[in-house]
C-alpha cells in the first residue's frame, strides 16, 4: 500500500514539473515561428493621375 502512494505522488509531482517547465521551454527556446519577411515594400506602379473628391459626413 505505501508503494502505491508514492506512484500516485510521482505521478502528481512528474505532472506539475512538467506544468511549468513547457511553458518555461517555449518561451526561452528557440522560435518555430515561420512567417515571411515582412517590410517596407517598394512601389513599383504609376501613381494615380486622377483627383479623388472625399465628402465628409456622407
Do not use: C, H, W
Not at 518561451?27 to 493621375?49: H, K, L, R
Amino acid at each position: 500500500m505505501k508503494n502505491v502512494k508514492l506512484s500516485v505522488f510521482g505521478y502528481f509531482l512528474d505532472g506539475l514539473t512538467q506544468y511549468f517547465v513547457d511553458p518555461i521551454a517555449r518561451i526561452f527556446g528557440p522560435s518555430d515561428d515561420n512567417y515571411p519577411a515582412t517590410g517596407m515594400q517598394p512601389f513599383e506602379g504609376e501613381p494615380f493621375a486622377q483627383s479623388v473628391e472625399v465628402i465628409e459626413g456622407a
